[in-house]
């Protein structure tokens, strides 16, 4: 009892400050209700909601729904603004009625208000312009109205649209998404507040593809984290808000379009559909989406090494340069086909609790052929003649299918004045591979010379100077087996994460108030990746272990047809390669004619498995408190990973497979996170904005997994040692919203220690004399990297000129960053006596001086802007657009030379739509007018990594709104 006393007696004052809000606040006057547009009886977010004569207010959030507490007095005057609309002043008596519930309809109006006004389609991006205004920290918003008028597919199209934002593309479309020059990989990525898992085996961060773009409510990118985020991501945080029913009248859309690939002229499909409405307490919303796209590209790639020139004079190091090693034309055949669910369901008990149900389902499948004729290069007497040369057709055959499943249940309950929050969330992302099939065909006899006519460098000619050989590369009846691959490989990732969150709000004053709030969660990852693999070296029509001989086997065998005259419209022709149906019809009937090849088997079978399971704890503590017109945020994030990682190492002797190793891995990670932000007020429509944040990033399994990967002369290694990348982050941005739009500029600095890179370098895996020349890449820590930013962005339409002129308006941003990173420097390519073990010391993998040198970080663009062009009338839109970024470093290579750059974009894309009537819009769009290709180059612009052409496509359609 004494014990118990004098804790309460040493903690009295602390109890008394905790306590005193809420005590203060439960003798205080609160109203609440709903604001809707009087018209189409829709929700309106972030109408202004205040009691005249004191700064004591709030806004409508996403459901239109308000609440207002902490009123002293008994008679007051409510004003509820929202930008287009007239404003309205309602008189209440808290004697009358303690505890009001209103609903409150507001008129449109053409009558400028103090805010944000822009009339026609463009009105809806008001209420996302409205939320960025009013957040606490610095982020951009894109909302479901503003996403329709851009001709985009999916969720990273969108995100292409918002400052600081570049991507990566696959066949054409926007994938992986790169945050203020920083890698995808540091940047985390949410449905519905909570991250979601990647159906990647090898990373973290999401393809944004798999959603669709017609599945989205509102996109927020966050560049500024706040103590209840998840401190995981250096560059930022991405969330994209399903929808949710809004209103008792009925919501119901639908939309239905079909368009054309003029690549491969087929047809392309879209269906979607959208149901929400409220029943009293309960809602309930369906959305739903079908796409599928029959598109292709046509491709032209290299790789490079760095080599002798044989005969050269010059000896040693000098005699070291660039060479292909490979030239390869490539022509995919490709049908993408998703499909989308998310159904979401809530039940209001009352104006202060509610219950959720929120699902997502997506399905992205991938169905890909891929044909390719391969010139191996090898013996260089220059850069354009080599001595020992080989043709091969190869081909490769796959479905893959990709799902992202999420489903969430929480709800909401405010006790007294404070408010209590929790959520259980689980998400499983999956990829299946099942019944790939790679196979490879080369050139029969001695080897053949090969020269290149590089007259034109980006699409050189190949020649065949000896005559001797020169027959051996097109007589294709006698081309034989390599290599035939068949696997099924999967990939399951699933988060389970229960959370809370309490906030207890406070007021001094009507100019002196805020609040506290506390939280805590924990994120189960459970991530494994499963390859099956049977690979054959060669067919022999005679077996030594079955009777019978089988058929010869060539390309004339599976040969199905296929000619491709003009690739990329250079005369470059595709001919005799092989069909993947014919040849697993072969496989299937003379399979006992397929040299099985143990060593390859074993090492695609178990090289890439693996398990990881991480268990994160996360807790914070925050505070908001407003000055008047001064806010100032801060708090402190702990997070903790633990981690139990399990990969496989392939023993060999010498080159014969032994046996299998299991590796394993067991630590922790600890984080402490301070945040601070300000915003103020300098008037009702410009905020001055600025963060300090430190916050981190996880590697991506591939860097820091225990595992080997071989694809032909290259090898990668996971790096278990790697330390977590950690950043200091400071942000400034000034923000001036107008009467026809906004304008914001701001500037950032990162500092990124321990970011992580892949280290390349020419090594042997064992004795010189047993194991060749490989590159080895390894994932290793850099020692610092810094970002400098600024970012400029401008929306708004020209209401100021005369007639239908006033209907045009610009939707433009522009992001400049630069970095340097500093790294161990690398070795010249041409120093190739280290051995490097996996598993082992890698103390040769490294210059022994331990010199540095500086790189830009990867992944980062100087110059990043979008220019758009729209015309905006009461029933015409119509948006032309332009999104650019400038060449970043994409991979290092074992020198300066070998290094890989993702070279410079610039797309247009055209959109257009007419309200036929008030019910029925039709619509097309018009993709990449401009056909620009996805370009790597090596080292320098003039050398062509890879050039992939996809052409434009476009779609015709309408939509339903009832």
């Known amino acids: 009892m004494a014990t118990l006393l004098y804790f309460y007696k040493k903690h009295a004052i602390f109890l008394a400050m905790l306590l005193l809000p809420l005590l203060t606040l439960a003798q205080q006057n609160t109203i609440s209700g709903k604001v809707i547009d009087a018209l189409s009886k829709e929700a309106l977010v972030g109408a202004t909601i205040q009691i005249e004569g004191t ?54 109006t053409s009558v400028a208000l103090a805010e944000v006004q822009i009339q026609g389609k463009a009105e809806g991006q008001i209420r996302a312009m409205i939320e960025q205004k009013k957040a606490e920290n610095i982020k951009n918003i894109v909302s479901a109205e503003q996403i329709a008028t851009f001709p985009d597919m999916n969720a990273a199209e969108v995100m292409q649209r918002i400052p600081g934002i570049t991507l990566q593309r696959d066949q054409g479309e926007g994938r992986f998404v790169q945050l203020r020059g920083t890698p995808p990989e540091l940047t985390n990525f949410n449905v519905n507040g909570e991250q979601v898992p990647s159906p990647q085996g090898g990373v973290r961060y999401v393809g944004m593809d798999i959603i669709p773009a017609d599945q989205i409510q509102f996109i927020e990118v966050s560049k500024v984290m706040t103590p209840d985020m998840d401190a995981d991501g250096i560059g930022g945080s991405v969330n994209i808000k399903t929808k949710e029913a809004a209103d008792a009248i009925p919501d119901v859309r639908a939309t239905f379009a079909s368009g054309y690939n003029n690549l491969r002229q087929k047809p392309n499909y879209q269906f979607q559909f959208t149901y929400g409405q409220r029943f009293g307490k309960f809602g309930f919303n369906l959305n739903s989406s079908f796409f599928q796209n029959n598109q292709g590209s046509d491709n032209i790639e290299y790789e490079f090494v760095k080599g002798p020139f044989f005969g050269n004079q010059n000896a040693g190091v000098n005699n070291f340069q660039v060479q292909y090693r490979e030239m390869q034309l490539r022509h995919y055949d490709i049908t993408r086909t998703r499909i989308s669910v998310s159904p979401t369901f809530d039940f209001r008990f009352n104006k202060n609790s509610m219950l959720y149900l929120r699902a997502m389902y997506n399905s992205f499948n991938d169905d890909e052929t891929r044909r390719r004729l391969i010139y191996e290069l090898d013996d260089a007497l220059s850069e354009t003649y080599y001595l020992y040369g080989g043709v091969v057709h190869d081909v490769r055959d796959r479905v893959k299918k990709q799902g992202l499943y999420t489903l969430s249940l929480g709800g909401e309950h405010k006790i007294g004045q404070a408010t209590f929050d929790y959520q259980v969330f689980y998400a499983l992302a999956e990829e299946k591979e099942p019944d790939r099939l790679e196979a490879a065909f080369e050139s029969p006899g001695q080897a053949i010379a090969i020269s290149f006519d590089t007259t034109d460098r980006d699409y050189p000619r190949i020649k065949f100077p000896n005559a001797a050989n020169a027959g051996n590369a097109t007589r294709y009846s006698d081309f034989t087996l390599d290599e035939l691959l068949l696997e099924n490989r999967s990939v399951s990732d699933k988060n389970f994460t229960p959370r809370f969150n309490l906030t207890i709000p406070y007021s001094f004053s009507t100019s002196s108030k805020g609040y506290v709030k506390f939280g805590g969660k924990i994120r189960m990852k459970d991530k494994a990746r499963d390859i099956r693999a049977e690979s054959f070296g060669a067919y022999t029509a005679q077996s030594t272990l079955y009777p019978g001989v089988g058929p010869k086997l060539s390309l004339v065998t599976v040969n199905d047809g296929f000619l491709e005259e003009n690739l990329l419209n250079q005369g470059y022709t595709l001919q005799y390669m092989p069909s993947p149906t014919l040849l697993r019809n072969f496989y299937e009937f003379y399979p006992q004619h397929f040299v099985y090849d143990r060593n390859a088997t074993r090492t695609q079978s178990f090289g890439e498995d693996y398990t990881a399971k991480e268990r994160i704890y996360a807790a914070y503590g925050m505070f908001r408190h407003d000055f008047d017109r001064l806010m100032v945020l801060g708090g402190l994030r702990f997070e903790q990973t633990d981690i139990d990682y399990q990969g496989a190492k392939i023993l060999l002797n010498g080159n014969r497979f032994v046996g299998i190793d299991t590796l394993e891995d067991q630590r922790t990670h600890r984080f402490l996170l301070p ?44 790096n278990p040692n790697l330390r977590y990348p950690r950043s200091t982050n400071l942000d ?25 890179f892949f280290f ?12 060749g020349l490989v590159e080895i890449t390894k994932a290793i820590n850099g020692n610092k990297a810094e970002v400098y930013g600024a970012e400029f962005q401008a929306q708004f339409k020209f209401d100021f000129l005369p007639g ?9 941003n522009y992001t400049y960053t630069f970095s340097e990173a500093k790294i161990k420097q690398r070795l010249p390519a041409n120093f190739t006596d280290a051995v490097v073990v996996f598993g082992e010391d890698d103390a040769d993998f490294f210059s022994p001086d331990q010199k540095q040198e500086t790189i830009p970080l990867p992944g980062q663009a100087q110059h990043t802007a979008n220019f758009a062009l729209f015309f905006d009338s009461k029933r015409f839109f119509t948006r032309l657009t332009a999104n650019y970024h400038d060449a970043f470093l994409s ?66 359609g309408v939509k339903l709104n009832f």
């Open 55 to 108: 700064d004591l207010g709030t806004s409508s959030d996403a459901n239109g729904l308000f609440n207002l507490s902490g009123i002293a007095k008994e008679e007051v005057v409510l004003k509820v603004a929202f930008v287009g609309y007239e404003s309205i002043s309602l008189r209440h008596n808290f004697g009358k009625n303690p505890a009001p519930v209103l609903s409150i309809r507001l008129q449109p």
């Open 675 to 718: 945040q601070l932000q300000l915003k103020y007020a300098v008037n009702e429509n410009f905020n001055l904005r600025a963060a300090a944040t430190y916050t981190y990033s996880r590697p991506n399994f591939d860097d820091v997994l225990p595992y080997r990967e071989q694809d032909r002369e290259s090898v990668k290694f996971g």
């Open 732 to 756: 400034f941005l000034a923000e001036r919203y107008f009467r026809k739009g906004l304008i914001s500029g701001g500037v950032f600095y990162k500092q990124i220690e321990d970011f992580v």
């Open 760 to 771: 390349k370098r020419f090594a042997h895996e064992g004795d010189p004399k047993d194991f």
């Open 804 to 812: 239908f002129l006033k209907n045009f308006g610009v939707y433009t």
């Open 891 to 956: 991979q290092l290579g074992a020198d300066r030379d070998l290094d890989e750059y993702y070279d410079e974009e610039f797309r247009l894309d055209f959109t257009a739509n007419y309200d036929l009537t008030k019910n029925l819009n039709v619509f097309t769009d018009v993709i990449n007018l401009t056909n620009t290709p996805l370009r790597y180059y090596l080292g320098d612009s003039t050398r062509v990594k890879q050039q992939e052409f996809y052409s434009w496509w476009c779609r015709l």
